[in-house]
């Protein structure tokens, strides 16, 4: 049997109250905009494929590495130390 597959939303350009873009936050320069553009070209339709949906939302697996290549560039690899740079930042 197979279930339909929902991803949490995500949106990069998504609009907030202030500032008007979560990218007016990172500075032009920042090493994230590098992961973030070498990541959004690998093609992970395979990946998305082993996915068996059915429950709640998930996050879609490009956000969970765009984190994990992060926080590895930053030498973090505690799921804890993570999960708090995520927060703080």
């Known amino acids: ?11 990069q350009g998504q609009l907030s109250l202030l500032p008007p873009s979560y990218d007016d936050l990172v500075p032009q320069n ?14 992970l339709s395979n990946l998305e494929k082993t ?8 996050y879609h ?3 969970l590495l765009k ?3 992060y926080a590895y560039l930053r030498n973090l ?6 999960e708090q740079a995520l ?3």
């Not at 996915?51 to 998930?58: A, D, H, K, P, V």
């Not at 690899?77 to 993570?82: D, P, T």
């Open 1 to 11: 049997m197979s279930r339909k597959v929902t991803w949490k939303i995500y949106d």
């Open 30 to 43: 920042h090493p994230v905009r590098i992961v973030n553009t070498i990541l959004d070209s690998v093609d």
């Open 51 to 58: 996915y068996r949906g059915g429950g709640t939302s998930s």
């Open 61 to 63: 697996p490009k956000v």
């Open 67 to 69: 984190i994990l290549v």
């Open 77 to 82: 690899y505690s799921s804890r130390k993570i």
């Open 87 to 89: 927060h703080e930042n």
